[in-house]
């Protein structure tokens, strides 16, 4: 079965930490970009992360740049946001998104259009 299933979110103080992972299968993830989203209520849908096929090559929305980081585990297929330092701001629904098999631009990486696979989304709520 193809999908991709977030897990990790949670309720959190202010300057906390949270580690958001997504369990993919059903498709070759090691060749693929890999994404994380957030849309919070009265808000588009933000790309927040995103990270090549090879793991060298990572981007950031501005927002969370030094804060969070992505990687990715291919023996275990699965992608990891690590978000530290959590404001209010950040909370949100979170998704993991699967991206192509070929490069993307620096303008495509944080893109919507750029994800075709997208799971449930775990939800993310810091509190001040």
């Known amino acids: 079965q193809v999908q991709l299933v977030e897990s990790g979110g949670d309720s959190v103080q202010a300057g906390g930490s949270l580690r958001l992972s997504c369990a993919a299968s059903?498709?070759?993830?090691?060749?693929?970009?890999m994404a994380w989203f957030r849309q919070a209520p009265g808000k588009e849908r933000e790309g927040v992360a995103a990270i090549s096929d090879s793991g060298t090559i990572t981007a950031y929305t501005d927002s969370v740049k030094g804060r969070f980081t992505i990687s990715r585990d291919d023996a275990k297929t699965t992608l990891y946001l690590q978000m530290n330092a959590l404001t209010p701001e950040d909370t949100a629904m979170y998704y993991c998104a699967r991206g192509p098999r070929f490069s993307l631009t620096a303008a495509q990486r944080l893109r919507a259009i750029s994800y075709s696979l997208w799971g449930q989304g775990t939800q993310v709520t810091v509190s001040a």
């Open positions: 059903g498709f070759p993830y090691n060749l693929h970009y």
